[in-house]
């Protein structure tokens, strides 16, 4: 029986003993530590997220501009040009998507002038083109052909190389046009065969 009454006091004075205490309290320490850093966190992701990370004056000014532009689809009749190489050629055909505002103000200069055009007619009308459009269509034809027949076929079978043509297809579209404000945004190719 006085192993028994040992025992007891010795488990007993275990539970009470410094042992333990820290285990509980270092548990609950570790859960309040715990629980602040998870408050911490939560409230300095969106603080630090927010804080001083404002978008460039110049693309807020980018994108007011593009809100403020009303875009529309130019198709065009396919093209058929001999590349830089004597035996291969291009077949291309493209979509230029331009802002009506600057083709707006055109049309209507050509309608002062007595050249036809009248404001509203932008884009094919019975298989050609009309209004500014079809006023210089001839240079705008001629500046696509002098940029894709200076080409090798390797220079725009990549996708870099794609690209690349398209930003020179766009400037030279915009120089044939003659605008102040250049309204050619983007060229999609709807047909383009090499051989």
Known sequence: MAKEEAKEKKEEGGEHSGDAAPKKGGKKLFIIIGAAVAVLAAAGVPIFMLGGQKPAEGHEVQEEEQHGKELASLPLETIIVNLS???AFIKIGMNFEYDTGPITKAEEE?????HGGGGGGHGKEEGGLSGYFKEREPMLKDALIKVLSSKRSTEVLSMDGK???KEELIEA???ALALEDSPIQGVY???FIIQ
């Open 85 to 87: 190489e004597s035996s």
């Open 110 to 114: 050509l309608a002062k002038k007595g």
């Open 163 to 165: 690209e690349r043509l």
């Open 173 to 175: 579209a915009n120089e």
């Open 189 to 191: 190719f709807s047909e």
